[in-house]
């Protein structure tokens, strides 16, 4: 039963993985007119590729589940923490801000946690948590890209600012 349960968990992780590389990233961003057959190539090559990967994880170390489930929070807040912070309260923030931080912020997670930098070839995970910096290095790439890439339109702006005045008088 226990063998069973795990087999289910995973094979539904490893699906729901591939469907969204699939749909959201492959039809979404590469080939947005690719035919069903093609989705279906693409799917079966994400879930060799997710399960080589996870494999090469599971292997890869002397890791604890606790350790791994740091190590994934850190890279989920990294890269999604100041994204959804800076689209809340900051209209200026575009696109192009919004995806260089969550790479910058998922890259600096994996090489703080991965890249033996420390003083005896250690992680520098075990100077800092690699949250920290992956936050704050995607918080910067988000502003200074969205700076010197403005493209936000006035559209844009117009439509953040009405829903902050609704969420205003719905406070008060």
């Known amino acids: 039963a226990i063998l069973a349960a795990i087999m289910s968990t995973i094979s539904s992780q490893l699906l729901v ?4 590389l699939t749909r959201d990233i492959y039809a979404t961003f590469i ?4 035919s069903d057959k093609t989705q279906v190539v ?3 090559i994400s879930v060799f590729a997710v399960a080589v990967i996870a494999i090469w ?4 170390q002397s890791n604890t589940i606790l350790s791994l489930v740091s190590n994934a929070w850190a890279g989920f807040g990294a890269a999604f923490g100041p994204l959804i912070l800076f689209s809340l309260l ?4 575009t696109r192009e801000g919004a995806i260089a931080g969550m790479l910058t912020g998922a890259i600096v ?4 946690i991965y890249a033996p930098l420390g003083a005896n070839g250690e992680s520098l995970s075990s100077f800092i948590y690699e949250i920290v910096p992956g936050f704050l290095a995607a918080s910067v790439t988000i502003i200074i890209v969205s700076k010197y890439m403005h493209s936000s339109s006035n559209e844009i702006e ?5 829903y902050k005045y609704k969420i205003t008088k719905l406070k008060n």
Not at 158 to 162: H, S
């Open 17 to 20: 993985t591939s469907s969204s």
């Open 31 to 34: 080939d947005s007119e690719a």
């Open 42 to 44: 693409v799917g079966r």
């Open 57 to 60: 994880v599971a292997f890869g």
């Open 90 to 93: 900051w209209r200026k923030m």
């Open 109 to 112: 997670v994996l090489v703080w």
């Open 158 to 162: 117009a439509l953040y600012d009405t």
